[in-house]
């Protein structure tokens, strides 16, 4: 008993683990979204009413996307159009297959956009937007005709789709900027941006849409060398070590000179104090000697007497 209850217990786990596989495996799948959202927004109209706008709520992993869904009488459609969401669909607008209702769901795939839709060789610069159209005159006939997707047939004027403003987009980025169709089958369509704005694209009819442009490789930042900036630095310091050198020197040779002068006029100071205080004194006469003159004492005056005239 306890082997058997073992035995359903492993059976069940296996089952849990091979559905999250496959889960896992298909979350990326656009077809398989499409899918998860018509479920929860057809659960959302079973008893609703028509013409009245309804936002839906996935689970918490598919977080950042939006989702709304309007139910209509097709002879509304023709009469009036659809201006829901980011979508004008004009009047005179025709489901194809025809359907007495319908139901249009409106997708915003935020920050998620390029995990489900990508462009080879270009990037995506705007959410991708939504329009899907079912059947909804038979809600449980749901799972017939590919889930009861239907498509859309403007007579005079085509659908347009208006994304939210696209900031920091350079001018040189806004003349590449092309709108982009994903249908229903994987093909990609490109078209031009509406001429009067630089965020609208001509729709068509009901798909996933986005605005793209050439996917370019970033450069590589280059930092700036820091040697250059320590060369100039080192020229710099030894320019002022030239200067402080020279100025040294100058103000060295200005010292010497200064002293020497100093050392003169000291000098030639003391000898005229000298010369002064000998004129106070006697007056020495004065004699050559070589190149150079000399004081020199006059003779005596007084001739020595002996005390004793008596001379032997």
């Known amino acids: 008993m306890f082997f058997l209850m073992g035995s359903k217990k492993i059976t069940i786990l296996s089952y849990i683990f091979l559905f999250q596989f496959v889960l896992g495996q298909n979350m990326s799948d656009p077809d398989s979204l499409d899918s998860l959202i018509y479920d929860y927004s057809l659960k959302r109209i079973e008893n609703g009413r028509s013409g009245i706008y309804y936002n839906i709520s996935l689970p918490g992993n598919f977080s950042g996307i939006e989702i709304s869904i309007v139910r209509l009488r097709s002879s509304t459609l023709w009469l009036r159009g659809a201006n829901f969401s980011f979508f004008n669909v004009p009047p005179r607008t025709l489901p194809r297959p025809f359907a007495r209702r319908i139901a249009l769901v409106y997708s915003n795939l935020g920050n998620l956009s390029s995990f489900y839709y990508n462009v080879p ?20 006939r749901k799972h017939q005709n590919n889930n009861g997707s239907i498509g859309l047939f403007p007579m005079k004027d085509p659908i347009l789709v208006h994304f939210p403003l696209i900031e920091f987009l350079s001018r040189n980025d806004t003349m590449k900027q092309k709108c982009v169709r994903f249908g229903n089958e994987g093909e990609i369509e490109f078209s031009n941006v509406v001429a009067e704005t630089t965020n609208s694209c001509v729709a068509g009819n009901e798909g996933h849409f986005s605005i793209v442009i050439p996917y370019e490789e970033p450069q590589p930042r280059i930092e700036p060398s820091s040697k250059p900036k320590e060369k100039s630095k080192k020229q ?11 100025i040294g020197i100058l103000g060295l040779i200005l010292l010497v000179c200064f002293g020497i002068f100093l050392y003169k006029l000291i000098r030639k100071k003391r000898i005229a104090k000298m010369e ?9 006469d004065s004699i050559w000697i070589g190149s150079s003159r000399m004081p020199s004492a006059s003779g005596i005056r007084t001739q020595p007497v002996l005390e004793n005239s008596y001379v032997p």
């Open 276 to 284: 002064k205080e000998s004129e106070r004194n006697e007056a020495l």
């Open 121 to 140: 060789n270009y990037t995506l610069i705007t959410p991708v937007l939504g329009l899907m159209a079912y059947d909804t005159t038979n809600i449980s």
């Open 236 to 246: 710099r310091l030894w320019k002022w070590w030239e200067i402080g050198f020279g």
